[in-house]
């Protein structure tokens, strides 16, 4: 079913009226920048949909490639349609080779900003300060620097037994240059094209084309928004609540067998009438009545700390030393001593001695 859906939001675009100028938008993959005039895709788009120079194609890693005259395939990082800007690298990953020899004159592209670099081929044991080396056209007996530097600084390479190449204008990002001393030159590479003139017309949401029987005549065409054709409309609808209903159907099928399956394994459950009583739950017990803890002996320490047990010297419960003039409280059942404040808290929540748990023998009449 899946599938089936899949197909007929393909077959939207071939639902479109057919004497239609303007080109579908395609992309070579993810993340890869739209396609429309004045580039144009080879295989997919025919070829007055696109510019004379502006042929693109998709390579096998689904990457955007466009060919320039003399410099090889370069590939396309993003496009505004708008400002008419392209960001070219090269897909091999060593765009300084390129820009070595670099040369626009055959292609409708030009740099937004340019900045000089000089290209210096110096020894391997080469230290001095400045630039680095490019790795990508380096090697274990030379290293190829590229710097922006000009007057002393370039005699300077030059006295270090370098030998200087030539000096590119590269298309850069920026009008500036903000890096300290080098660069390594693997920034893409900023272009912009002049002819055809479409930027106006794509930023108030029109297009450019080709006009009929012309290769290099160009009109701006306004977007019609037209409805939807009732085929596809129906095909939609059609491809949507199919689905659902699938979708639903299973829903109750699934349900429906988890009860029988549930009423099957438990033929002879008990109604909760039927249902024995729960035991009642075990009493807890508590502490004594304070009459209780009141009628246990207790007394005051003198001067003399004479106790009831000479080796009991601290109170059980909150293991302080006794004092003179404390008062002390004993258990008759077990003669245990603690401070009388103590054990009496104790005894109001608990029925038994909190050292041996002797539980004081219930005293009547009381």
């Known amino acids: 079913m899946l599938k089936i859906i899949a197909i007929l939001f393909l077959c939207l675009p071939c639902l479109l009226p057919a004497n239609s100028k303007i080109s579908l938008d395609v992309v070579c993959g993810r993340n890869e920048p739209t396609i429309r005039f004045p580039f144009h895709i080879r295989t997919l788009h025919q070829e007055q949909c696109g510019y004379p120079g502006f042929d693109v194609f998709c390579d096998g890693m689904n990457r955007t490639i466009i060919e320039l005259p003399n410099m090889g395939n370069f590939s396309i990082q993003g496009i505004d349609y708008v400002d008419q800007q392209v960001w070219l690298n090269d897909p091999e990953n060593c765009l300084p080779k390129k820009i070595l020899s670099l040369n626009l004159s055959g292609s409708p592209f030009a740099g937004v900003y340019y900045h000089n670099f000089s290209f210096f081929n110096c020894s391997s044991d080469y230290r001095g300060y400045g630039p680095k080396p490019i790795a990508c056209v380096s090697s274990d007996a030379f290293s190829i620097f590229a710097t922006p530097l000009r007057g002393v600084h370039l005699s300077h390479l030059l006295r270090q037994q370098c030998r200087y190449i030539k000096t590119v204008a590269v298309p850069v990002q920026l009008p500036f240059f903000v890096h300290e001393l080098s660069s390594d030159l693997s920034e893409d590479l900023r272009l912009t094209w002049n002819t055809p003139r479409c930027g106006r017309c794509?930023?108030?949401?029109?297009?450019?084309?080709?006009?009929?029987?012309?290769?290099?005549?160009?009109?701006?065409?306004?977007?019609?928004?037209?409805e939807v054709p009732r085929a596809a409309r129906y095909a939609v609808t059609f491809g949507a609540l199919v689905p659902a209903l699938l979708c639903l159907i299973g829903l109750v099928c699934f349900v429906s067998g988890k009860v029988k399956s549930s009423s099957s394994r438990c033929p002879d459950l008990p109604s909760v009438s039927r249902l024995p009583p729960l035991p009642p739950s075990p009493r807890v017990p508590l502490g004594l009545r304070s009459s209780i803890v009141n009628s246990y002996p207790w007394i005051v320490l003198g001067e003399s700390m004479r106790l009831p047990k000479p080796d009991d010297t601290a109170c059980p419960i909150c293991l302080s030393e006794y004092r003179p003039k404390d008062a002390l409280r004993t258990i008759p059942e077990c003669d245990h001593c603690f401070h009388a404040t103590c054990v009496d808290e104790?005894?109001?929540?608990?029925?038994?001695?909190?050292?041996?748990?002797?539980?004081?023998?219930?005293?009547?009449?009381?």
């Open 202 to 226: 794509t930023s108030r949401g029109s297009r450019c084309s080709l006009k009929a029987n012309s290769k290099d005549e160009i009109e701006c065409i306004d977007i019609p928004r037209q």
């Open 346 to 366: 104790w005894l109001r929540l608990n029925s038994s001695c909190p050292v041996c748990r002797k539980c004081p023998a219930p005293q009547t009449g009381v």
